[in-house]
């Protein structure tokens, strides 16, 4: 084994692979940023909020529409309630409970269970949050998936972290309201280094 990891085409190889994710990660970044125009350019710099502007779907992609104010708001305040365990009966209240975030091992919490914090929700420090960004990953008329970057204070020990918050849509006309159903970390994948 210790000689298939020093051989030069083992080594050739993970290099490629490498460089082609490194390739992918600059294409995938440059298309995030070069692509949200100027209404976004501040997203940054703004402090969090439960209801901030979103990047919208380009036209012509499927049945893609706006994301509704409603869905924004509620993404907001789920991560102000829910994320920062700053307040889970509020948390609870915009929470799906059909989802995994409302389950406790094999069967769904109990409200105690909820106010205890120890939810299946991955949190994030409060009062270490400098800004949010939101993008648009999908937006259908009972479905909304936000991509979240939570960027911290200067001076904190904690680091940023980007998620994805998905929301749906139940009810109808004036009794309809968004709950939500997914806070998932994005999943960064490490690029092996090459010996030598």
């Not at 936000?146 to 849509?169: C, N």
Request: hydrophobic share 40%; charged share 20%.
């Amino acid at each position: 084994m210790g000689d298939r990891l020093d051989s030069p085409r083992f080594v050739r190889r993970v290099t490629w692979a490498a460089a082609l994710v490194l390739v992918a990660g600059i294409v995938a970044a440059a298309v995030t940023f070069i692509g949200r125009g100027s209404s976004d350019s501040d997203a940054s710099s703004q402090p969090v909020q439960p209801a901030r502007p979103v990047q919208q779907q380009p036209e012509g992609s499927g049945d893609q529409v706006p994301v509704d104010r409603r869905a924004r708001v509620v993404a907001g305040e789920f991560i102000l309630s829910a994320v920062t365990r700053e307040n889970l009966p509020k948390a609870w209240r915009i929470t799906d409970p059909t989802s995994v975030l409302r389950q406790c091992g094999e069967r769904a919490c109990t409200y105690k269970e909820w106010l205890t914090g120890n939810i299946p929700v991955v949190p994030y420090e409060g009062a270490a949050i400098d800004k949010a960004s939101f993008a648009v990953t999908e937006s259908r008329p009972d479905h909304v998936v936000l991509e979240v970057a939570l960027l911290p204070k200067d001076g904190v020990k904690v680091q940023g972290q980007i998620f994805f918050i998905g929301l749906r849509a139940v009810g109808a006309g004036p009794k309809r309201r968004w709950l939500v159903n997914e806070w998932t970390p994005r999943a960064i994948i490490p690029v092996p280094q090459a010996e030598g």
